[in-house]
């Protein structure tokens, strides 16, 4: 059926170079204030548009077929072969560059608004129509469009053969370096200098590289009739895809010509493809982009924007080409953050914290315009995301979407009652500053230096006649008030820069920006700042009704026009965004990734820093350590030498105590024991001394287990001593006055023959010193035994100190420790000798045993004997006179016998004195407050032992061996027995 309708008739080709005359508009067309009028009306052998097929028809064109898929050149597009002036029917594609002065003014389309159509109207009949012919041709026009159009290629991919302009590679992920046709496109290519088009370009081509201005993308979309008709319902309407033209033959008709013209068959990816690939690309190189949908409510913007799962739409496509795009750049990094608004009833809200704030009920903090210098004019605060997946991003977007509010009026279930704006920041830098040196030479930008574009995606709240409820008025009257402001800022959009140089209208006078919040916030993009694309919807349809369709018709129309005047007057200077060096400035602050980079740098510096300190702290940690093992080593190897030292100090003191005491005992053995008189007994002397050494003891021996373990030991021994004593003084007590015929009967608990004193007079018997003796020296014994012990231990002490001083190296522990070793080795000797010496005792006693009773026996003998030669010699009278002459000369011997062995046992000690008197002046023992005696072993001067000279215990025990024989000599009774 499409392929039966005719066809506009327009040349389609062999556009002429020069400005044409001006064509004569006919009425109906001027009725419509300057709207463009398709050719084909006034043309004779054009059939009526009601009969036309729209431009979706899917089939070619018959006769004459288009040589190319490009638009028209404009000088051909603006008239028919009539000649008839068609004065907004010039096509925007070939606007390589905007219209200036007057030529631009006059080719305005007119004005949706009161201000532009009164000019319009005055200009219209005496203006060419076709004022921009003059303009350099684009590769568009008939300089070389068929070249163009061959190398581009794009009708492969346009199936039902309606695309008009080339396409870029179907591929999200491509390239397309070259493939898109459009103002912007020229602009872009003079900024890299890159002849991507070649001949194709023409003179257009040179053109854009002398001013490198481009218009903005204006593409219009229909939306396919609910109703299920596709083409509309008077049959006024055509659309041709592949010319980019829409048609009107009703009241304020004209033929419209974009960049883009998508059927009702276009989708989703197609309409991307064409509006918003290239723009994508742009913003990733460094440009900054915006794209919105403008249309009346429920044509299909959403839908266009967002898309559905199926078919997703401009928002999702351009998400997947952005990641695309830095996958193919390995060269640079790149860094998204991204933001959502939405402006409602001319408040700005932030759809990203709305969707947390406004859950927990949270008032959300006022978002204000704020504008400078680097950024223009921007929201804040607004909440940002960093994404780094096409997932996370859409994920993100799907929650602001969510926020955003939507509402339903008559013609569009889930109407869309805000503008909603999604921007996406992308910083990027050079991945290696630097590495592309000549590359960044060639775009006259310093290496490594990050640069900051932003792609804004705007989905524009649908313009509304009518509105039902009070709300719905309320959300249309500030949407229509916006999309008024927008159309008015559009409308007055000129060259012009007022006195402080900002952009003025064409009279010189501001720009009401600050109308409406939309447009404030489109500054920069409507001041030609960023390439732009536009993509207005509009539905061609009654909407089931007449009234539908009246409304549908001026709505639409009125999209046209704005879509025509936003084509003609938004002029892009967009440039590639300035690289930000270094994180100084407010531009440079404001870049994550220079902070981020900023950042990690210090970072890594102070983790480098701490890395560092960390060793040191460590090494320091580790020497302090050593250091602290060293001197816990030290002060436990010092402790355990005190330890050693005192324990062979206590033993010397012990042994020599013994010594001292064996030899009283056996000094007191000899003895015949204490006279009469009851002076002292030998026991007695024992016991005090034994009491006294145990002080001593005590008093040398405060601290450690040995002075413990020895003191119980000192104990035992004092108390068997002192037990006997006890007994011997108890039987003093009971025999003391016994005289001399005292018998042994009166010392109770006593059962040895030697138990009682000879004298009667408490004196201790032989047998009792043997068994004190014995008693004595079992306690020495054991406590040999434990000195043994402790020797063992210390020598163990000592060889585990030994391998530790030698595994440290220590010289002077090796050194201590053969000191100690030397002083075992000597204890031992000692130990050894005192043991020769004990057996020596055990001997000297035992005979002193034998010498004694023999002694004994031969007393008794001679004193019986004497007392019978007394009783001869004095008769019966002498004795019962009690001559007391021959008994007392007996007694004065024995007494003179017991002194003399006294006398010896004095001299013994007295020598012994002197010998530890000797020592404590030459300074190697100390003498205690108590009388006890100690090595000065502690004296860090302290001599190692002689080898050749003997332990002093020793030099005391030869001396003492000496004394004893040299006392034995004196007393011949010992020795003979
Ligand atoms: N080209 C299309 N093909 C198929 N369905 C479409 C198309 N355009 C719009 N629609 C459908 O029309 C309805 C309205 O579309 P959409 O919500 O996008 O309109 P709108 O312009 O955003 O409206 P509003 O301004 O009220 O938000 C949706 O159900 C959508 O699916």
């Known amino acids: 059926m499409s392929t039966a309708l005719p066809r506009p008739a327009r040349p389609s080709n062999g556009p002429p170079t020069v400005a044409l005359p001006a064509l004569p508009v006919g009425k109906t067309r001027k009725s419509t204030g300057g709207l463009a009028v398709p050719v084909s009306r006034s043309t004779p052998s054009t059939p009526k548009i009601g009969l036309r097929a729209p431009s979706s028809s899917f089939l070619p064109p018959t006769s004459p077929p288009p040589t190319v898929a490009l638009p028209q050149p404009r000088s051909a597009s603006g008239f028919n072969a009539a000649g008839k002036t068609i004065r907004k029917t010039v096509s925007i594609n070939s606007f390589p560059q905007p219209p200036r002065g007057e030529g631009r003014i006059t080719s305005l389309p007119p004005s949706p608004l009161s201000t532009g159509v009164s000019t319009r109207k005055a200009r219209t009949p005496t203006t060419p129509t076709y004022q921009l012919s003059s303009v350099t041709p684009s590769f568009l026009n008939g300089t070389g469009e068929g070249k163009s159009i061959a190398r581009l290629g794009s009708g492969a991919r346009n199936s039902d053969g309606l695309i008009s302009v080339s396409s870029p590679p179907q591929s999200r992920s491509s390239s397309a370096q070259d493939s898109y046709s459009t103002s912007a496109t020229q602009y872009e290519d003079v900024e890299n200098g890159a002849q991507t088009r070649g001949e194709a370009s023409g003179t257009g081509k040179r053109m854009s590289k002398m001013d490198g201005k481009g218009n903005v993308l204006v593409s219009v979309r229909v939306r396919p009739d609910a109703g299920g008709n596709e083409h509309g319902t008077d049959g006024e309407w055509m659309v041709d895809g592949r010319k980019s033209l829409i048609a009107f033959n009703g009241k304020e008709g004209g033929d419209y010509y974009y960049d883009n013209v998508f059927s009702t068959h276009d989708d989703n990816s197609r309409v991307y493809d064409h509006i918003a690939k290239r723009l994508v690309r742009r913003v990733m190189e460094g440009y900054h982009g915006t794209v919105f949908a403008y249309g009346m409510t429920g044509t299909g913007k959403t839908f266009s924007m967002q898309g559905t799962a199926s078919s997703p739409g401009v928002i999702p496509l351009a998400i997947t080409d952005i990641f695309s795009y830095i996958r193919e750049t390995p060269s640079r990094e790149f860094l998204l953050r991204v933001s959502y608004l939405e402006i409602y009833n001319e408040k700005i809200h932030d759809l990203l914290s709305m969707s947390t704030a406004g859950q927990a009920g949270q008032p959300q903090e006022e978002i204000k315009l704020r504008e400078d210098s680097k950024r223009g004019v921007y929201a804040t605060p607004l909440k940002e995301e960093i994404v780094q997946s096409p997932t996370q991003l859409l994920r993100v977007i799907a929650r602001g979407d969510q926020a955003r509010r939507t509402a339903s009026t008559q013609f569009n279930a889930r109407s869309s009652r805000s503008h909603a704006v999604v921007q996406i920041v992308v910083e990027s830098r050079e991945r290696v500053p630097g590495s592309a040196a000549g590359d960044s030479k060639r775009q006259g930008l310093p290496p490594g230096g990050v640069r900051v574009s932003t792609l804004s995606l705007i989905d524009l709240a649908g313009s509304e006649k009518a509105a039902e409820s009070k709300e719905r008025r309320q959300e249309g009257s500030h949407i229509n008030k916006s999309l008024l402001t927008l159309g008015t800022v559009i409308a007055k959009l000129s060259d012009q820069k007022d006195k402080d140089g900002k952009p003025a209208d064409k009279d010189g006078k501001h720009l009401p920006y600050r109308d409406s919040k939309l447009t404030r916030l489109l500054q920069g993009a409507l001041s030609g700042n960023s390439l732009v694309s536009i993509l207005c919807t509009i539905q061609i349809g009654s909407a089931g009704s007449v009234a539908g369709a009246s409304t549908h018709t001026n709505e639409t129309i009125n999209t046209l026009k704005f879509a025509s005047r936003a084509k003609n007057n938004i002029v892009s200077h967009a440039k590639r965004a300035e690289e930000a060096l270094g994180a100084d400035g407010d531009g440079g602050a404001r870049v994550l990734l220079e902070r981020y980079r900023m950042e990690i740098l210090e970072l890594r510096k102070e983790l480098e820093s701490q890395a560092k300190n960390n060793g040191k702290r460590e090494n320091e940690d580790e020497k302090e350590k050593d250091a602290k093992e060293e001197r816990a080593r030290e002060k436990q190897a010092e402790y355990r030498h005190e330890e050693q030292m005192l324990e062979m100090q206590l033993a010397r003191t012990a042994l020599k105590e013994r010594i001292d005491h064996l030899n009283r005992l056996i000094l007191s053995s000899k003895s ?306």
């Open 672 to 977: 015949t024991g204490v006279n009469a008189s009851g002076s002292y007994s030998s026991l007695g002397m024992h016991s005090r001394f034994s009491q006294s050494s145990m002080r001593s003891s005590l008093t040398a021996s405060n601290v450690g287990r040995p002075l413990l373990e020895r003191t119980a030991s000192m104990t035992s021994t004092s108390s068997t001593i002192g037990r006997k004593s006890t007994g011997h003084r108890s039987s003093s007590g009971t025999g003391g006055t016994g005289g001399t015929g005292g018998t042994g009967d009166t010392i109770p608990a006593v059962d040895d023959e030697d138990s009682v004193g000879e004298f009667g007079d408490g004196t201790a018997s032989l047998a009792a010193q043997n068994r004190a003796l014995q008693a004595d020296l079992a306690d020495k014994n054991r406590y040999i035994q434990t000195l043994e012990k402790r020797l063992l231990q210390a020598r163990r002490a000592s060889s585990s100190r030994t391998s530790v001083g030698i595994a440290s190296g220590k010289g002077i522990l090796v050194g201590e420790d053969h000191s100690v070793a030397t002083l075992i080795k000597e204890k031992d000797a000692e130990i050894l000798e005192l043991r020769a010496r004990l057996d020596d005792k055990d001997k000297m006693l035992a005979a002193l045993r034998t010498a004694a009773r023999s002694r004994d026996n031969a007393d008794r003998v001679d004193s019986r004997a004497e007392i019978r030669a007394s009783q001869v010699m004095d008769g019966p009278g002498a004795t019962s006179n009690g001559s007391p002459t021959k008994s007392a000369n007996s007694l004065v011997r024995q007494v003179s016998h017991i002194r003399k062995r006294t006398k010896s046992v004095d001299e013994m000690n007295k020598m012994l004195d002197e010998m530890i008197q000797d020592r404590v002046q030459t300074g190697l023992i100390i003498r205690g407050n108590r009388g006890s005696v100690r090595v000065a072993s502690e004296s860090k001067d302290q001599k190692p032992p002689s080898s050749n000279e003997p332990p002093i215990q020793l030099q005391l025990l030869s001396k003492q061996r000496t004394s004893l024989a040299a006392a034995d000599a004196q007393n011949p009774v010992a020795l003979e027995a």
